[in-house]
């Protein structure tokens, strides 16, 4: 079994920074992509940033310039630093293994993350 545990998250004053740490526990053999997705209240979940293993990045437009994604292949581990927070990114922020592949099993999995709160307030 695959789990996923999250750090890092908390309250911040707008315009201050959090680090989000997320390593991934278990047989793995691999994981090709691992993410952060973010759901506020009323809203559905979305897309923050995602890296490949390759290092390839994907960002949401909205955190462009502000936010960065690395990862660990080694320690199965995703970060995101979020330099100038806003507001508005206040969210559950979860993480993502995307088309992990195990021992001995055919097919590839994703797996979650429960969670970790983020909340940009004065």
């Known amino acids: 079994q695959v789990q996923l545990a999250e750090s890092g998250g908390g309250l911040v004053q707008p315009g201050g920074s959090l680090r989000l740490s997320c390593a991934a526990s278990?047989?793995?053999?691999?994981?090709?992509?691992m993410g952060w997705y973010r759901q506020a209240p009323g809203n559905q979940r979305e897309l923050v940033a995602v890296?490949?293993?390759?290092?390839?990045?994907v960002y949401a437009d909205s955190v462009k310039g502000r936010f960065t994604i690395t990862r660990d292949n080694a320690k199965n581990t995703v970060y995101l630093q979020m330099n100038s927070l806003k507001p508005e990114d206040t969210a559950v922020y979860y993480c993502n293994a995307n088309r992990v592949s195990l021992p001995a099993t055919i097919g590839l999995r994703d797996y979650w993350g429960q969670g970790t709160q983020v909340t940009v307030s004065s």
């Open positions: 890296i490949i293993h390759g290092g390839s990045t």
């Open positions: 278990g047989s793995i053999v691999s994981i090709w992509g």
